[in-house]
């Protein structure tokens, strides 16, 4: 198993999802993919961005250290699909949910937002749902 990359982001030349390392600059907001070292001294390295991607700050999501029940890692701001035991988890009338992860600051962690309500997410079945809903059309 690999390890996450930090952040998300969707480029903003072709729309397509990056991860890497979150950077703003000059007004502009990058997600870094790929890096370079050298050590040029035998003791001390120095580190260089080599693939910046520059995406739109909107999208951008941080990594919270979870994966849905499917094994998808989980960024703030994605999709999602969820039930828990208030939704009738474990019983013949459990229902589904849709929202969205994000930070709860009062909570000091990670929850679903569906309208004014916040879920917890600890304690959620959780299935990531596609960037573009236009994938759910159709039966796909």
């Known amino acids: 198993m ?7 982001g969707k ?3 072709n729309g397509e999802l990056v991860y890497g ?12 993919s790929d890096f370079e070292t050298d050590c040029y001294d035998g003791e ?3 580190l260089y961005a080599t693939v ?8 951008v999501g941080q990594y919270i250290g979870r994966t849905d029940d499917n094994g998808v890692e989980l960024y703030s701001g994605m999709r999602v699909k969820f039930t828990n035991l208030i939704l009738g988890r474990f019983s013949d009338k459990e229902q589904w949910a849709e929202g969205t992860v994000f930070y709860d ?21 959780v299935v990531a749902l596609p960037d573009n809903p236009e994938l759910l059309e159709g039966g796909q």
């Not at 910046?52 to 999208?59: H, I």
Request: negative net charge; aromatic residues 12%; charged residues 30%.
């Open 11 to 13: 480029c903003k030349d």
């Open 105 to 125: 600051e009062k909570m000091s962690g990670y929850t679903i937002k569906q309208g004014d309500a916040g879920w917890n997410l600890q304690h959620s079945a």
């Open 2 to 8: 690999s390890k996450p990359m930090p952040y998300r």
């Open 52 to 59: 910046w991607n520059e995406v739109d700050p909107e999208t």
């Open 21 to 32: 390392w979150f950077l703003e600059k000059d007004g502009k907001s990058y997600i870094i």
């Open 44 to 46: 001390n390295t120095d």
